[in-house]
């Protein structure tokens, strides 16, 4: 009966969440306050993870610092760019090649379960990160395909590479979480956890696929 509830308020909240995504294509301002709120949400959450693994202060103030810059350069650099129509196309392209890795990653893995892909995160399996490189290929070529009319080989290539780039953040951020004694960064977003639970991937798919994108159409 619990578990039906979760699900039921994640389904919602996902909804509402792809609601808020669809504001953000379409009206800049959203997007500033999303970023804005998304990154200070991020920032405290870090801290507070932070905070609960045995490390020195100093390193605890480097790590933080070290983020925050990372976290609103990568914001900047969204919105900047999302004020160029062709870049603003190719990020979120990419962004949904990386919620449809989260999504594969969840729907294989509850599906399909099987082994374990690694003692960092013990709900993480070889088919949940199999069907996120498969749903994020297919998710990254199908828009392409549908903007552009053309199937190339490099498109799934991308989103292989920006599938891998996700579960590489979302490990870390996982990492980190078993090290805080902590199953989730927070409880901003119901049924999902905090930010940093749902933005953990998204922090290293974007800038990796966007790089892996101008290196092989230059």
Do not use: W
């Not at 900047?76 to 999302?82: I, Q």
């Not at 395909?145 to 590489?168: E, H, M, P, R, W």
């Amino acid at each position: 009966m619990k578990s039906k509830k979760n699900l039921k308020t994640r389904v919602i909240t996902a909804i509402l969440l792809l609601f808020l995504f669809s504001l953000i294509i379409k009206f800049s301002y959203i997007l500033v306050f999303s970023l804005l709120i998304f990154s200070i949400m991020g920032i405290i959450e870090f801290n507070n993870l932070l905070k609960r693994i045995n490390i020195q202060k100093f390193l605890k103030l480097i790590f933080n610092v070290l983020f925050i810059i990372y976290v609103f350069l990568f914001s900047f650099l969204f919105f900047f760019f999302s004020n160029f129509i062709h870049l603003k196309i190719i990020l979120f392209s990419i962004l949904v090649g990386c919620v449809a890795s989260d999504i594969g990653g969840y729907v294989f893995g509850n599906l399909i379960k099987g082994p374990k892909l690694t003692k960092v995160s013990p709900n993480k399996t070889i088919s949940g990160s199999i069907g996120s490189i498969i749903l994020s290929m297919i998710s990254t070529s199908s828009i392409f395909f549908y903007l552009t009319n053309k199937v190339d080989y490099k498109i799934f290539i991308i989103g292989f590479i920006v599938s891998i780039a996700c579960q590489l953040g979302d490990l870390f951020f996982s990492y980190l979480k078993r090290k805080a004694k902590l199953k989730d960064t927070g409880n901003f977003l119901p049924g999902h956890g905090g930010v940093l639970d749902r933005i953990d991937g998204i922090l290293t798919g974007i800038p990796i696929g966007f790089i892996t994108l101008i290196t092989l159409f230059r």
